[in-house]
């Protein structure tokens, strides 16, 4: 059969690559040729503006960025913003999910409401909380009032130790709602059958939540994590705005920031280049993380 | 949806639980609406009212020198109406190239077989793993040798298709009747006829996600403009934000202004096409490893 078809097979196979070769293109020229670039570049002393032909020095930006404090500042910083957003994210987002499921009325309401801040774009997240986190603002007022500690300023902005919890609280406000809706769909695809078969054989409500719902979430529970850990090791728009307005740097001087600055303020190519390898290759140690553990977890049902 | 019912007691009008759920609910709704309300609030009053203590969440009177200040700029120059305008533009180009080569090329993925059509869409999903922030560094020194600064160009070239969005469309046309479009054939439709009356027009529900999707990750996009817009005639929306905010620090009023100004369209998209955001950030539970 197949081998009379082979004109119209060959016809077809080409028709193939037309509409995948616009696309593949653009992916070598964006995507493929930048990361080798930056691979390659970060091998060498190289400055932007400068005239001189970049210098071939090895691994030094590696070894040199391995001893520099800036550098391993920027690790901290990156990894209490991702681990101090990510898992309450996980645990509330999940909380509030399971909540929705259970009202009769308003889900849809809730659910919206909820993803609202997820519509407005990071920088005005930004500007809106740094008017709340004002000294007369009412980020004071609140905290204020509920411990009843009037007139203090909590410095929001300015002490090095709430300016991360400040960024951690923007980003935590502005995805709990993304996640609360990824999670009400991965809850309402676990079938109800099993949870009739459950209350037939006696379990009570937080044992099948315990027994069904949670590992059968697992994948979800998963995907949301590693989502929720790619996406704020990138995190750039709140920690640069609050830097721009005259926030302390050092505390929030996140790995992006870092590599912006110092490509772009400082024209160390060669050098930022080798830190966007590092975050390269952490991100991609957490997509493989996913995938390990995704694939070993699959449950069908 | 009622499967995870964990304490429903018929009979009791409010159960203790269920009003602990209630209050969890409610304050988890304060917190996110609350700073909206905020923003729209205080974009209506003057500064010295925003810092008041309580703060007067009802403005007394309507404060529209706050609007024209976030419009006319520190230095009276109206930048405002260009930089809001590249933004529309970058975002709605953006998206109408994105939306066409990605079912493009999801519909050559799906719906042909070619020798290395595997490697073609492993190579396509790698390039999801490549975050942005990590090239941006060489993929601005490729605009630089385009000569893409301050140019429409930079700021769109390098965004005209995702993988994310060949994997959704990908994904949508795989079952989509082969059959279907062999008898299309045989009737002898051409092969970009089929793909633009047949194709696209049975994908809309996916477009339209994919197409909301990639407006807002352009509208939301500074860092990329950062780099390569630094001509005040070419930045957007997000750089005049920023750039604003660090000038106007002190005027609260003017600066909520400048972010309502910002926020509308994405709020307007919101309420109109709502189950498409939705269905937007569910796309990802579908998608296992």
């Known amino acids: 059969m197949k081998k009379t078809y082979s004109g119209i097979e060959k016809k077809l196979s080409r028709w193939g690559w037309f509409f995948v070769a616009p696309s593949l293109f653009f992916f070598s020229l964006f995507s493929f040729y930048p990361i080798l670039n930056a691979g390659f570049t970060s091998l060498f002393r190289k400055k932007i503006l400068s005239l001189k032909p970049p210098t071939f020095i090895g691994l030094k930006n590696y070894i040199y960025l391995l001893q520099s404090d800036d550098f391993w500042n920027s690790i901290r910083a990156t990894f209490v913003f991702t681990i101090g957003t990510f898992i309450p994210l996980l645990v509330f987002s999940l909380l509030l999910a399971v909540l929705i499921l259970n009202i009769k009325k308003g889900k849809k309401f809730l659910q919206l409401a909820y993803y609202a801040p997820a519509v407005l774009s990071s920088v005005v997240a930004a500007v809106i909380w740094m008017s709340i986190f004002d000294p007369r603002g009412l980020g004071n007022q609140i905290l204020n009032f509920l411990f009843n500690t009037p007139g203090i300023d909590h410095k929001w902005l300015a002490d090095s130790t709430m300016v991360q919890l400040s960024t951690i609280l923007v980003y935590f406000w502005k995805y709990i709602g993304y996640f609360v809706v990824i999670f009400i769909a991965g809850l309402a695809a676990i079938p109800g059958s099993l949870y009739e078969a459950a209350t037939i054989d006696g379990a009570g409500k937080w044992q099948s939540f315990w027994r069904i719902t949670f590992p059968l979430l697992k994948p979800t529970i998963i995907l949301v994590s590693v989502m929720s850990m790619l996406q704020c090791l990138k995190t750039f728009s709140t920690q640069y705005l609050f830097v721009q307005s005259g926030s302390p740097q050092a505390p929030i001087n996140v790995i992006t920031l870092n590599i912006y600055n110092t490509g772009i303020r400082d024209h160390l190519i060669g050098r930022s280049s080798a830190m966007s390898i590092i975050l390269f290759l952490i991100m991609l140690f957490f997509t493989w993380l996913q995938f390990k553990t995704s694939k070993a977890d699959d449950v069908s049902y | ?289």
């Open chain 2, 1 to 289: 949806m009622t499967n995870t019912n964990l304490i429903s007691r018929p009979g009791r009008i409010i159960s203790p639980i269920s009003l602990l759920i209630w209050i969890i609910l409610t304050s988890a709704l304060v917190f996110t609406l609350m700073p909206i309300v905020f923003m729209f609030s205080a974009s209506m009053m003057p500064s010295k009212d925003i810092l008041k203590m309580p703060f007067p969440w009802i403005p007394k009177e309507f404060h529209w020198q706050n609007f024209t200040k976030a419009i006319a700029g520190n230095d009276g120059s109206f930048i405002f109406i260009r930089n809001f305008s590249n933004s529309v533009i970058v975002s709605a180009v953006v998206t109408v190239t994105t939306v066409i080569l990605s079912s493009m090329t999801g519909y050559g993925l799906a719906k042909f077989r070619f020798k290395g059509r595997n490697i073609v869409f492993l190579a396509i999903m790698a390039t999801m793993m490549i975050p942005f922030e990590a090239i941006m560094i060489p993929l601005y020194l490729v605009a630089t040798k385009l000569h893409l600064q301050n140019s429409y160009g930079g700021l769109i070239i390098p965004f005209l298709v995702n993988a994310f969005g060949v994997f959704m469309m990908r994904q949508y046309l795989l079952p989509f009747p082969d059959e279907f479009l062999d008898a299309t054939r045989i009737d002898g439709a051409g092969e970009l006829s089929i793909f633009w009356h047949i194709v696209l027009p049975n994908c809309a529900p996916a477009i339209a996600t994919l197409s909301i999707l990639t407006f807002r990750s352009q509208w939301d996009n500074l860092l990329w403009p950062l780099l390569v817009a630094q001509s005040e005639k070419m930045k957007t929306l997000p750089l005049y934000i920023v750039k604003f905010a660090a000038e106007k620090y002190t005027d609260e009023g003017a600066m909520m202004a400048v972010a309502v100004l910002g926020s509308i369209p994405m709020l307007i998209l919101f309420f109109t096409m709502s189950r498409y955001f939705v269905s937007g950030a569910s796309v990802f539970s579908s998608r296992k490893g």
